[in-house]
């Protein structure tokens, strides 16, 4: 694991695909949108529309956990295990997540194409609360650091 900046790699690097991402290390998994685990923390997520809950504010993200999805959105309530879990153990112990957007997320801050690093976010808070499609699902608020204050 490895968390904080990835030397070589600073806020706004831009990224051509998943491939090209995971191989940097900023974000290592090809598909799930969460790096971590409860035994660790999670040291990066992915933004990039997959889920109908999530809100992005730029410097705030609501960030919806991971689990449940099929047939194209929430059929299952999330449990608090694997990356769920990860971001839950990040906030208990103050640990950075670096933040991925991906083009398919809210236009307004996301780029046009790939993925963009912009840089590392604290989770303030989670709930456990009913989504838009009827199932419980995780909401995590992250809010980026000041860069003089990133570990």
């Known amino acids: 694991m490895a968390f904080g900046e990835i030397p070589g790699f600073p806020a706004g690097s831009m990224f051509l695909s998943r491939k090209a991402l995971a191989d940097s290390g900023v974000h290592r998994a090809l598909q799930a949108g969460i790096v971590g685990g409860r035994a660790t923390g999670a040291e990066s997520i992915v933004i990039s529309g997959g889920y109908a809950d999530d809100e992005d ?10 689990g449940g999805q099929g047939n194209g959105g929430q059929v299952a309530d999330q449990e608090l295990v694997r990356g769920n879990a990860g ?10 997540v670096r933040v991925i957007r991906g083009a398919g997320g809210d236009p307004v801050w996301s780029p046009a194409s790939g993925f963009r690093y912009d840089g590392l976010y ?17 909401r995590f608020v992250l809010t980026q650091l000041d860069t003089d204050s990133t570990p």
């Open 122 to 138: 604290r989770v303030e808070s989670y709930s456990h609360e009913t989504g838009q499609h009827g199932f419980l699902v995780y």
């Open 87 to 96: 971001l839950a153990r990040s906030k208990d112990e103050g640990l950075p």
């Open 57 to 66: 504010f730029g410097s705030s993200v609501l960030y919806t956990g991971q």
